[in-house]
């Protein structure tokens, strides 16, 4: 595809996200580079990437952020769960939108994907016990996750109350929004799918009362934000933290379709063909998308092994109105106009995905920069 063609490309066209006037679809995803400050507070260096990546009419969405202490995963990965966090993402918010960009935050309790060390000791929790072998982020570097316990009915009202919580920082903070993390195997997602999710009570048994925990965040995200405002990210049929389901069509079209009655900004998919953060078979086709279009009322972002031609294709074909880009954000910072411009990318670094300092962080640089 030529730079001629680029005036055509619907990549380049405008689009309404609920009231928000994006003119480009490029989308920042989450991305998760453990780079905050030790108290989970927004450190410089993270001001300084996502100012570098916002582009006027952009959008983008931030890394996982916690609503409490111990939903964290991840040593280095931000928190939205104390008063005092909120500046530093004010301050960030406020970097992003001098540039003309929108920016929801991504909250994620991180259940079974976790380490005693995160957590002053508690056993990490998930929907049911089913052992898996994972890795945790601790101030140690990577170490096997901790062995979890199953959550009792009587905690999910206070776990609810802290997205609500965390939404209403996030909004004080400025952001444009918010989105649940209900994908690769985190604890929304773990509630959500079969594999993980062996409960007989309120939250697990029959794909409705499994798809309660994610719907009742949903709905207390919405009370803060209105439906316009949030967002959802799923992963069908992804493999991230060993999570599976008999039968990921019923689920996600059962979970898509009772999503619709939040008139929500978008539902995030990642794309089966990536397996987490792993390399991916680039030649399968966008499958998630495809039949979620087919459920899911509002606009779709698209997610997992896409580059400007795929992009393009995915949009060309209807089956998504937005595309995520990312390790290739990582190392672009101007990606969304390389890619109008048809420019090489730089490579990404994958050493430096998790932790570290400023380096193949924020000093990638511009195209002829
Ligand atoms: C370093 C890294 C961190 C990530 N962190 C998150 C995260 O915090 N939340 C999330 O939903 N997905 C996360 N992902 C998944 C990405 O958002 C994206 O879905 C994935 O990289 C596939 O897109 P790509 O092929 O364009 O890279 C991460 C991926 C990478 C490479």
């Known amino acids: 595809m030529g730079t001629s063609k680029t005036n055509s490309m619907l990549l380049f066209s405008p689009f309404r996200l609920g009231d928000l006037p994006l003119s480009h679809r490029v989308v920042h995803p989450p991305l998760t580079r453990l780079r905050a400050n030790p108290d989970d507070s927004v450190s410089d260096i993270m001001i300084e990437y996502y100012r570098q990546r916002a582009s006027p009419g952009g959008f983008m969405i931030t890394e996982s952020v916690h609503p409490s202490y111990e939903s964290r995963g991840y040593f280095g990965a931000p928190g939205i769960y104390e008063d005092h966090h909120v500046a530093g993402w004010k301050k960030l918010a406020d970097a992003v939108h001098e540039k003309g960009a929108y920016i929801f935050m991504q909250l994620s309790h991180d259940g079974r994907q976790s380490h005693v060390d995160l957590s002053r000791g508690k056993a990490p929790i998930a929907p049911s016990v089913v052992p898996f072998e994972g890795l945790s982020f601790t101030a140690n570097g990577w170490v096997p996750v901790s062995p979890h316990r199953a959550l009792d009915a009587g905690e999910v009202p206070g776990l609810i109350e802290q997205f609500r919580k965390a939404a209403e920082r996030a909004k004080e903070a400025g952001f444009d929004g918010v989105e649940l993390h209900n994908a690769n195997g985190y604890l929304a997602d773990t509630f959500l799918q079969d594999g993980t999710n062996k409960r007989i009570d309120a939250y697990g048994g029959t794909i409705e009362k499994r798809a309660a925990f994610s719907l009742a965040l949903v709905a207390a995200l919405v009370s803060v934000w209105g439906g316009s405002r949030v967002g959802v990210r799923i992963s069908p049929s992804g493999k991230w933290g060993s999570i599976s389901d008999s039968n990921p069509e019923a689920t996600f079209g059962h979970y898509a379709q009772q999503l619709n009655s939040y008139d929500l900004a978008y539902l995030h998919i990642i794309e089966p063909r990536v397996m987490g953060t792993e390399t991916i078979d ?16 509002g606009p779709i972002i698209a997610a997992g092994g896409f580059n400007r031609q795929g992009a393009e294709a995915i949009l060309q074909k209807g089956d998504a109105d937005l595309v995520a880009f990312g ?9 969304p106009e390389r890619l109008k411009q048809n420019l090489p990318l730089n490579p990404y670094v994958r050493e430096a995905f998790w932790g570290g300092n400023e380096t193949d962080y924020i000093d990638f640089p511009r195209y002829n920069q």
Not at 328 to 333: G, I, K, R
């Open 282 to 297: 680039e030649s399968l086709p966008p499958v998630a998308s495809s039949f979620l279009r087919q459920v899911f009322k």
């Open 327 to 335: 390790r290739y954000f990582t190392s672009n910072p101007d990606l």
